[in-house]
């Protein structure tokens, strides 16, 4: 990973130098069930631009959910790798959507996708992604790792490897990771900081087990944050403890 060589020394100031976040596409959908939220959208893209003017490097890669669930239709019978292609097609609406709102709030990005469309996207190319973000733009990896099987979890660890970014950005519906499904389980104990091996362990939906053991394997701190709370993305690059840091076994019993 990219050296770390920004740090929390001054209040306010970036820890990190290129971070991967990764959103859901149900982050888009706001407080309706399905499709875009534009004032979502518009938000989220605020808050990522932010980000950015502070002189971090910013990549993204977002989930097709809120248009097409692939698992979902391939348990109804629908031939699964079939059902995948439609679900990165679905990341890449929403790739598009939010590159529409960054450049409106005055941000140069860039969509880069697994699958070529090149109508309307870049094939992702790696030196030319890595490229892109010393320029300062943002850049949005869409259509997954481009094969059936693997989900937009595993695209991003992947993704943030290839880049070498500091940091994977989990941003999720709630504040951290959970024991049990906070929701349902008013008891439910909240993490903040975990091992990969406990999260493999103990089964916590953080990602899927492919993507966690890639970061595993790489050494890839990922930070689980609650996306809904305005401000929440810069507040994890300036280093306030929100959320729930899942690293190697000796950084998250130090919090590092």
Do not use: W
């Not at 100031?13 to 971070?19: A, E």
């Not at 499709?35 to 993204?60: F, M, S, W, Y």
């Not at 059902?83 to 969509?111: K, P």
Request: include cysteine.
């Amino acid at each position: 990973m990219a050296d770390e060589t920004v740090t929390e020394t001054a209040e306010g100031r970036p820890r990190f130098k290129r971070i991967l976040l990764k959103l859901s596409g149900e982050a888009l959908v706001g407080d309706g069930g399905f499709g875009i939220d534009n004032p979502t959208l518009e938000r989220i893209a605020g808050e990522v631009k932010e980000v950015r003017d502070l002189g971090i490097e910013v990549a993204v890669v977002i989930g097709g959910g809120n248009i097409f669930r692939g698992l979902a239709a391939s348990a109804h019978g629908m031939d699964r790798a079939s059902a995948d292609y439609m679900g990165m097609l679905g990341t890449v609406m929403n790739s598009i959507a939010l590159q529409d709102a960054l450049e409106r709030a005055g941000c140069d990005t860039r969509v880069q996708s697994a699958i070529e469309i090149r109508e309307v996207c870049e094939p992702y190319i790696r030196r030319r992604a890595m490229r892109h973000l010393e320029k300062g733009r943002v850049v949005i990896f869409a259509a997954g790792t481009g094969n059936p099987y693997f989900t937009t979890d595993t695209a991003a660890s992947l993704r943030a490897m290839e880049i070498h970014a500091d940091i994977l950005l989990k941003a999720t519906r709630v504040d951290g990771v959970y024991d049990k499904d906070p929701k349902r389980h008013p008891d439910a104990k909240k993490f903040t900081k975990l091992s990969y091996l406990e999260v493999l362990q103990r089964n916590l939906q953080v990602m899927d087990s492919t993507a966690i053991s890639l970061c595993r394997d790489n050494r890839l701190k990922i930070i689980v944050f609650d996306l809904r709370q305005r401000g929440n993305i810069r507040k994890v690059v300036t280093g306030e403890r929100i959320g729930t840091l899942v690293a190697e076994e000796e950084e998250a019993a130090n919090g590092q």
